[in-house]
C-alpha cells in the first residue's frame, strides 16, 4: 500500500509535467496561428507533438507490450 | 499445466481497445481530409480565445481523469469519486463552450467551412458527450461500492477514451481555428 | 423477474423462442417514440414543428436500435453490469439459443450463415427479377423508377452478403476452433456484432415504404441527397452494418493475436486464419469510411450542411472519395476469405504441402498494405485531376502482384497432387477459373484508356460478378460442403452436390461470359432497358441465368434433406490435419475435450517422417489425434 502510494505520488508528478507540456505547447501554438505564421505544415507539428505526448505518456502505448509490475502484484 | 494460451485479461481488453482506437482515428482522420478538401488550409471568423479556452479545459480534465484512476488504483475511493466529478464537469464546460461556439457563429451550416466545422465539432462533441455519460455511469458504480484497487479494468479504459477524445481535439482545434495557408 | 423470464425460456413451449425477439422489436418502439419525442421536444423549444422525417426518424432510430439490443438479451448479458448489477450468464440451451443473445462463436457463427444464406437467396430472386426485365429490349415487368430500385437493391444485399457471410459465419464458427481456442476474446461483442444486423435488413425493407432508393449499392452523391427518403433509412442501415464490421473485425484480431493455443505460432496457423487476420483489418479499419461517407450524406439531407452541394461550394467528387476508400478495400473482405478456404481445401483435397506457404501468407498481407492505395481507379472518368490517373493505374497493376501469389500457391498445390475430387474440391478448382477470368478481365478496368471505354457497361457488371460470384461465392460453397459435416455432424449428398456444382458451374459462366460481350457491344449497366440489337445475347444470358438460380434449389434441397437425414458424420471425413477436424462433429461446447499443443505444420500431406500437427495432453483424452 505504502508503496503503491509513492509510486502514485511519482507518476502525478510525470503527468503534471506532460499536462505542462501540452499546455506550454497549446500556447504557443496559438501564439503561432494567431500571430505569426499560421501554415498548416507547422501546425501539423505542435499537433504531432501533443498527439505524441499524450498517446505515449497518458494512454500509456507502452503498457500494450510491456507487462507492468503492479499489476502482477 | 495449463495447456491452453490463456493470456490475461487485461492484455487482451486492452488490446481491444487500442484496436477500437485505431478504427475511431479512421472515422476522424476522413473527416479532417474533407475538411481540407472542401474550405482548403483557411477557416472563417471563428471564435479564436473561446477555442483555446476550452482546448485547455479538455487538456486539464485529462489530468483529473488520470487522478481519478490513479485514485481507484491505490484503493483511495473519494481521490477517485472527488476527480471523476471534476472531470465531469469539466467535460460539460467543453460542451457548452462548443454550444456557445454554434449559438454564435458567424457562418452558417449550408457554407464549407461551416460544414466542416460543425460535423467536426459535433462528431467530436458528441464522443464527448458519450465520455461523460459513462463517466456519470462509473461514478455511480464508484459511489455504490464497484471498483477496487484490484478491479477498475472499466475506468482504465473510460480514462483513455477521454484521452483519445483529447488526442482527436489537439487535431481538430488548430484546423479549425487557426491554420490560414 | 428479469431471471424468471429467462427459465421460461428454457423450459416453456417451441413459442418461447420468439419472446427476445419480440421483447426487442417492443424495446425498439419504445426506444423510436423516445428519440422521437426528444427530437420533438428540442425542436419545439426553437419554434420549429415537432416532427420532420431525417431528422426525427434519425435520432428516433438510435434509440430504437439501442432499445433492440437491450431488449433481445443484451441487457440481461451484459446491460445490468452497467449499473451495478450482476449479468444473468443462463439461457436457453435448446434450438432457441439460435434465436437468443447467446454469447457461443458457434451458435452465432451459424447464425450468420442462416441469415445471410437466406439473403443472398432474397437477392438472387431479385437478379431472377432483372433478367426477366430484360426478357425484351424495352423492358417487361418493372418501369424505369421501379427498376433502378431492385437493381440498387438486389446490389445492396448481395454487398451485405459478400461482407458478412465469410468472416461472420466461418470465421465465427471456425476461427476460435483452427487455433484451438475456446472462443473468440470477447464473445459479447460477438453477439452483438450479430444481432446489429436484424436492424439492417428491417431498415432496407421499411426503406421501400418511404420511396426506397434508387443509387444503387454505391448511394452516389448528389442523386443521394436529393432522392425519396428512403435513402435516409439505407444511410442509416449501412453505418449499423458498418458497425457490426468493425465490431467483427477487432474481435477476430484481438482472438488471433492473443489466443492461440500452445504451439500455435504464426508460421503454424492454418491458411485460412490468415487471410481472416489480413480481413480484418480492413473491416476495422476502412469501414469508417463508408460510415463517414453515409454521415455526411445525412447531414446534407437533415442538417443542411454542403458536403456535395455544388452550388455552395461542396463536391461530389468528394462521396466518391470517402466512399472508395473504403469500397476498393472492401472487395478484399469479400475475397481474402474466400482466397484463403480455397488455398485450404486445395491442400487438403490434393493430399499434398501447402505450395509456398509463406508467399500466400506474404500475399494477403501484401494485399493488405496496398488496399488503400488503388481507390481512385473506380473515377478515372468521373473527372479527377489527371495527374491521379497514372499513379492509380500504377498502384492497381502492382496490387494484382500479391493476388497473383496467392493465385501461384493455388496452382503449385494442385500441380502434381493426387487431386481427390469431392464436392468442396470442385467449387475449390472452379473458383480459381472463375477468379482467373475475373482478374484478367479486371486489367482492362485499371487502365485508364480501356476504363474510359468500358466503364458503365456491362464489361463491368461481368468482372465483377466473376471476382465476387466466381470467387467469393464458388469459394462459400466449398466452405458450406466442405465445413457441413463438422457443423452439422452429418454428411450432405455427394450426388446431389456435384449435380449442383455442374449445374452452377455452367450457368455462371453461361450467364457471366456473354455478359463482357454484350458490354464491349454498347450494354449499358443499371439501365432499365436496351438496344434491340442486343436481345439475341441478353436472352442467353437470362436462360443461362435462370438455370444459375435452379441450380441454388439443388444446394437448398441438399442442405436441407442432409440435415435432418444426411449420414452421421465422423469426427475428420476427409483426413485433414487442421485442428477443426480432431474434434468431434459438431465440436462439445468450448471446442476441445482437452487443449491441443500444437506440434507441426498443417498442411504436411505426405511428408514423410513430419511431425503430427496437435498433440493432445494429457494423452489419450482424444483418440482422433492428426495422422
Ligand atoms: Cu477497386
Not at chain 3, 134 to 142: K, N
Not at chain 3, 151 to 172: D, K, R, W
Not at chain 3, 191 to 197: F, K, N, P
Amino acid at each position: 500500500m505504502e508503496r503503491r502510494k509513492r509510486e502514485s505520488a511519482e507518476s502525478s508528478r510525470g503527468r503534471l509535467t506532460v499536462l505542462a507540456a501540452l499546455v506550454v505547447l497549446t500556447l504557443a501554438e496559438y501564439v503561432v496561428g494567431v500571430k505569426v505564421a499560421p501554415n498548416l505544415s507547422l501546425l501539423l507539428l505542435f499537433m504531432l507533438a501533443q498527439a505524441a505526448l499524450i498517446i505515449w505518456y497518458s494512454m500509456e502505448l507502452p503498457k500494450l507490450w510491456r507487462r507492468d509490475e503492479e499489476e502482477e502484484i | 499445466m495449463t495447456v491452453h494460451a490463456e493470456p490475461r485479461r487485461e492484455t487482451v481488453n486492452r488490446l481491444g481497445l487500442w484496436l477500437f482506437f485505431c478504427s475511431e482515428f479512421f472515422l476522424f482522420a476522413a473527416l479532417f481530409a474533407a475538411r481540407f478538401y472542401l474550405a482548403g488550409p483557411y477557416h472563417a471568423k471563428v471564435n479564436q480565445p473561446l477555442g483555446l479556452a476550452i482546448t485547455l479545459v479538455l487538456l486539464v480534465s485529462g489530468f483529473t481523469a488520470y487522478r481519478a484512476e490513479a485514485g481507484i488504483r491505490r484503493g483511495d475511493r473519494s481521490a477517485f469519486l472527488r476527480n471523476l466529478l471534476v472531470t465531469i464537469l469539466l467535460g460539460l464546460v467543453f460542451l457548452a463552450g462548443v454550444g456557445v461556439e454554434w449559438a454564435t457563429a458567424e457562418f452558417a451550416p449550408s457554407s464549407i467551412f461551416g460544414t466542416a466545422f460543425f460535423t467536426m465539432t459535433g462528431v467530436h462533441a458528441s464522443h464527448v458527450l458519450s465520455g461523460v455519460v459513462a463517466f456519470a455511469l462509473a461514478y455511480r458504480l464508484g459511489l455504490r461500492g464497484h471498483f477496487s484497487a484490484e478491479r477498475h479494468w472499466g475506468v482504465e479504459a473510460l480514462v483513455k477514451y477521454w484521452y483519445l477524445i483529447d488526442v482527436v481535439w489537439v487535431f481538430f482545434f488548430p484546423v479549425l481555428y487557426l491554420v490560414r495557408a | 423477474m428479469v431471471t424468471r423470464a429467462v427459465e421460461q425460456q428454457s423450459h416453456g413451449g417451441p413459442w418461447t423462442a420468439f419472446l427476445p425477439l419480440v421483447r426487442g422489436l417492443v424495446w425498439a418502439m419504445i426506444g423510436f417514440a423516445v428519440g422521437a419525442a426528444l427530437t420533438a421536444v428540442v425542436r419545439i423549444a426553437g419554434g420549429r414543428s415537432a416532427w420532420t422525417f431525417g431528422l426525427s426518424f434519425s435520432v428516433g432510430y438510435v434509440f430504437a436500435l439501442l432499445g433492440w439490443l437491450l431488449g433481445v438479451g443484451m441487457w440481461e448479458r451484459w446491460g445490468r453490469e452497467w449499473f451495478g448489477r450482476p449479468t444473468v450468464e443462463e439461457g436457453p440451451t435448446d434450438w432457441r439459443r439460435y434465436l437468443a443473445f447467446t454469447t457461443d462463436h458457434k451458435v452465432i457463427g451459424i447464425q450468420y450463415l442462416a441469415t445471410f444464406v437466406v439473403v443472398f437467396l432474397l437477392a438472387g430472386l431479385l437478379a431472377m427479377l432483372i433478367r426477366i426485365q430484360y426478357l425484351t429490349p424495352g423492358g417487361t415487368v418493372l418501369d424505369n423508377a421501379t427498376y433502378n430500385r431492385v437493381m440498387s437493391m438486389h446490389g445492396i444485399l448481395m454487398i451485405a452478403v459478400a461482407v458478412a457471410i465469410f468472416v461472420g459465419s466461418f470465421g465465427n464458427y471456425l476461427l476460435p476452433i483452427m487455433i484451438g481456442a475456446r472462443d473468440v476474446a470477447f464473445p459479447r461483442l460477438n453477439a452483438l456484432s450479430y444481432w446489429l444486423v436484424p436492424p439492417v435488413a428491417i431498415l432496407l425493407f421499411v426503406s421501400q415504404a418511404f420511396g426506397g432508393w434508387d443509387s444503387g449499392w454505391t448511394a452516389y452523391a448528389p442523386l443521394s441527397v436529393r432522392n425519396a427518403p428512403g435513402q435516409i433509412l439505407f444511410c442509416l442501415a449501412i453505418i449499423t452494418f458498418g458497425l457490426s464490421s468493425i465490431v467483427g473485425g477487432l474481435n477476430f484480431l484481438v482472438t488471433i493475436i492473443t489466443m492461440r493455443a500452445h504451439g500455435m505460432t504464426w508460421g503454424r496457423l492454418p491458411i485460412f486464419v490468415w487471410s481472416i487476420f489480413a480481413t480484418s483489418w480492413i473491416a476495422l479499419l476502412f469501414t469508417q469510411f463508408f460510415a463517414a461517407a453515409m454521415l455526411m450524406v445525412l447531414l446534407d439531407r437533415i442538417a443542411g450542411t454542403s458536403f456535395f452541394a455544388a452550388s455552395n461550394g461542396g463536391s461530389a467528387i468528394l462521396y466518391q472519395h470517402v466512399f472508395w476508400f473504403y469500397s476498393h478495400p472492401a472487395v478484399y473482405i469479400f475475397i481474402m476469405p474466400a482466397l484463403g478456404v480455397t488455398l485450404e481445401v486445395l491442400s487438403h483435397f490434393s493430399r499434398k504441402p501447402l505450395f509456398a506457404y509463406r508467399w500466400a501468407v506474404g500475399g494477403f498481407l501484401g494485399i493488405l498494405a496496398m488496399s488503400a492505395l488503388v481507390w481512385v481507379h473506380h473515377m478515372f472518368v468521373t473527372g479527377v485531376p489527371y495527374k491521379l490517373e497514372a499513379p492509380f493505374l500504377i498502384t492497381t497493376e502492382i496490387i494484382s502482384i500479391p493476388t497473383g501469389l496467392i493465385f501461384l500457391t493455388a496452382l503449385g498445390t494442385i500441380w502434381q497432387g493426387r487431386l481427390w475430387l469431392r464436392v468442396p474440391m470442385l467449387f475449390a478448382l472452379a473458383e480459381v477459373f472463375n477468379f482467373l477470368i475475373g482478374g484478367i478481365t479486371g486489367i482492362f478496368l485499371a487502365d485508364v484508356p480501356t476504363d474510359a471505354m468500358l466503364h458503365n457497361s456491362y464489361w463491368v457488371v461481368a468482372h465483377f460478378h466473376y471476382t465476387i460470384m466466381g470467387g467469393e461465392i464458388f469459394a462459400l460453397m466449398a466452405a458450406i460442403y466442405y465445413w457441413f459435416p463438422k457443423m452439422t455432424g452429418r454428411m450432405y449428398s455427394e450426388r446431389v452436390g456435384r449435380l449442383h456444382f455442374a449445374l452452377m458451374f455452367i450457368a455462371f459462366n453461361g450467364t457471366f461470359l456473354p455478359m463482357f460481350w454484350a458490354g464491349v457491344h454498347g450494354m449499358n449497366r443499371r439501365i432499365a432497358t436496351y438496344v434491340p440489337s442486343l436481345q439475341g445475347v441478353n436472352d442467353l444470358i437470362s436462360a443461362m441465368g435462370f438455370l444459375l438460380g435452379i441450380s441454388f434449389l439443388f444446394f437448398v434441397a441438399n442442405m436441407a434433406y442432409s440435415l435432418v437425414r444426411g449420414r452421421k458424420a465422423v469426427a475428420n471425413p476427409w483426413g485433414a490435419r487442421t485442428l477443426e477436424w480432431q474434434t468431434s462433429s459438431p465440436p462439445p461446447v468450448e471446442n476441445f475435450l482437452v487443449p491441443p499443443v500444437v506440434t507441426g505444420h498443417p498442411y504436411d500431406y505426405g511428408v514423410p517422417g513430419a511431425a503430427p500437427y496437435a498433440a493432445f495432453a494429457p494423452a489419450g483424452g482424444s483418440g482422433e489425434a492428426s495422422s
